[in-house]
């Protein structure tokens, strides 16, 4: 067997009957990183008839002097098969290391567990342990178990298997999580399909949060489309509709508090407390509602032609949908227009057949984090599970210049990535 640079032709055929790709396994995410300034090649390890058995993307970061080299959700191979495994190792670590990269660092697809929103663990990879030591046995470094985003990419992440019916997973959903679903509905909130020049909203609602620029979206946008990956979605607050809802429920609490204000007579002392419950209950409301008419008469003086709310930038893979980012403006936040939009979401791409949602990362549901803990109920009670990978591995492809370079201020910014 040999290592040899493949075409993105070439990648591209291997990667679309590889079953366990990935949108960071592909050429437009190679063209994209190109953007970024990194650079990029394709390799792929060829048997003896001929046929890739194994490859991988590349990305190769510079630094100065000093190159570093990333395989952006792992090498596409069978990781049981430990031949295979070390023989790739083997001549990557020669090819990258002749090309002065001092080392590569890698978070494979690996699973270790699957858990339940309850974090019951419903699925453990038995092949793990073996696999773990095989790349311990190599030469791989491990970063740890990290719990939060400490990683090249998330260690965790949250599934949705849709490969059954929109209404069965509806039910499926955290009833709390209907009700919003719902009420956003009912409330104005409407979902629309969006073009490249709508990724302003999205950049808007992410740039305190998220590293990336509004080109990296576009960037995304444009490859992606190339082969019909790319969708943009955002939710929109119809303001006149928001108005003529808040009307109805003001006038219903109104004629509600005006018909339990009579009729007081001839109750008894119990009925007439629980009247009394009954109007303290309905005056709260009336006053809610009064308050809600207000803000939506606001609303539409201000904003006549609405308001866009949240977004989602989703790419298509193979028969799995991946959110590649989410936004949510936080003023709004009441509307629950992402739990809407993700839904509709999740509908619109199980009528189609498409077999996997995939919500992104989380933190390790076991880890209580007030900092990430709504992140994870918020992606979790779509019913999704919680995959666990195995994490960074780095290999040291350049013994000389790794240890070099290790202590420099460069290479520390590096390897802490």
């Known amino acids: 067997m040999h290592l040899k640079e493949l075409t993105n032709e070439e990648f591209l055929t291997f990667t679309s009957n590889f079953k366990m790709s990935s949108i960071y396994q592909t050429p437009e995410y190679a063209f994209i990183m190109n953007k970024q300034k990194f650079d990029s090649l394709f390799l ?20 100065g002097l000093v190159k570093y080299a990333y395989a952006p959700r792992g090498f596409l191979m069978d990781y049981t098969n430990y031949s295979i495994l070390q023989v790739f190792t083997l001549e990557l670590k020669k090819y990258l290391g002749k090309k002065e990269v001092i080392a590569i660092k890698v978070n494979p697809m690996i699973i270790r567990n699957i858990y339940d929103f309850d974090e019951n663990t419903i699925l453990k990879n038995n092949n793990y342990d073996l696999i773990f030591e095989n790349f311990k046995a190599l030469g791989y470094r491990h970063y740890g178990y990290h719990n939060n985003f400490e990683g090249l990419k998330p260690r965790f992440e949250a599934i949705l298997d849709i490969g059954l019916p929109y209404t069965t997973l509806f039910q499926n959903l955290k009833k709390e999580l209907r009700t919003k679903i719902r009420s956003s509905e009912k409330k104005g909130i409407k979902i629309h399909k ?11 609602q992410t740039k305190s949060k998220y590293p990336r620029d509004l080109k990296y979206f576009e960037d995304c946008y444009d490859f992606y489309s190339k082969r019909n ?4 979605f955002y939710a929109k607050l119809d303001t006149k509709k928001f108005l003529i809802e808040s009307q109805k429920l003001y006038q219903e609490y109104l004629d509600l508090d005006e018909k339990i204000n009579t009729n007081f007579i001839n ?32 609303l539409l003086k201000d904003y006549p032609d609405g308001i866009i709310t949240s977004s989602a930038l989703i790419i298509k893979n193979n028969l799995e949908v991946y959110m590649l980012m989410d936004g949510l403006d936080p003023s709004y936040k009441e509307f629950n227009s992402k739990q809407l939009l993700l839904w509709k979401l999740i509908e619109r791409y199980s009528k189609q057949n498409y077999k996997k949602f995939n919500f992104g990362g989380i933190t390790n549901p076991d880890d209580k984090n007030p900092k990430y803990d709504g992140l994870n109920e918020f992606k979790l009670s779509f ?16 013994n000389t210049l790794y240890f070099m370079y290790k202590n420099s201020a460069p290479i520390r910014s590096i390897l802490k990535k």
Request: net charge negative.
């Open 383 to 398: 019913n999704a599970k919680a995959y666990e990978y195995i994490g960074d591995l780095e290999l040291v492809t350049n």
């Open 44 to 63: 792929g390890l060829i048997d003896e008839f001929d046929n890739i058995v194994c490859a991988s993307l590349i990305l190769i970061e510079k630094l």
């Open 229 to 232: 990956m790319v969708e943009f």
């Open 194 to 204: 969006g073009t490249k020049e709508d990724l302003k909203y999205l950049y808007l």
């Open 267 to 298: 109750l008894s002392a119990e009925e007439r407390q629980q009247k009394l419950n009954k109007k303290i209950e309905v005056d709260n409301l009336f006053d809610k509602y009064s308050k809600q008419l207000v803000y939506a008469t606001n």
